[in-house]
């Protein structure tokens, strides 16, 4: 692509929040937008705000507001979706703030005016504007945690695990994590198991780059590296089945190899999310 192609993003904010991707980073979710150095025509996100459990909640009033804000600051334009309520005959109370149609519509009237569009969300809903807006000529790629339709996965242009792209979603209890650097915890998935011999190996993505179309670590522009594992650091409920499905994250520390120059190891592996859990 030129230097100067247009690219939009459109964020179905609770879609991203309900399936694993509360606490997402919006200043690395920009950077991940602009990784081919193209222009960020659009930045827009779509969030609930409850009004009335606002005005008897003054902490949820501020904290919404003050999160707002800082998504502002990092450039991007929020457009807000009252929570509104729906009893039942049984009196049940349902709540819904359902941006889909919102997004849509801004993605396809905006399309005109870009040449790529990243979609974060897990939502089959919008396989046919995915369709609509490769037929007027954009790429399409998607970002989804959890739950992300199949379907929308094979009809965008690529998908990208936000479990995997580096600190778009922060480790909890590491907050001064420096991904991929010795020490630190990553999130990566099995490429090779060889259960015969006890041992494999995991990839990760190390930076943020335009080149993660070269998946494989051998190559010398590939952003991603081949992590050593050995069975004994693998928790009981990761099982040879999980490890071979790609669609299995695995949360692990790395740290250097004393076998291999600037090798990688992984320790305490464990699950941060499989399709069946």
Known sequence: MSANFRVGV???AENVRYN????MRYDVLRRFAGRENGVLQRLNTYMAFDAERAREDSEYKKKAQTYQQMVRDFGWKITVK?????????????????????????????????DQVLLVTGDGDFIQVVNALQNKGCRVELIGFKNVSRQLQREVDAFYSGFLIPDLLPIAYEPRNEWAKPGSCVRGVCTKWFADKGYGFLRIMQNISPNLWITDPREGNSPYASVFCHVNELAEDVTEDLLMNRETVLEFYVNESEQKDNGLVANNVRLAFSVNR
């Open 82 to 114: 009252e929570v509104r309520r729906y009893t039942d005959e049984a009196g049940n109370v349902t709540t819904k703030a359902n941006a889909d149609l919102d997004m849509a519509v801004d993605a396809m009237l905006q399309a005109d005016k870009l």
């Open 10 to 12: 459109f964020v179905d």
């Open 20 to 23: 694993g991707g509360y606490q």
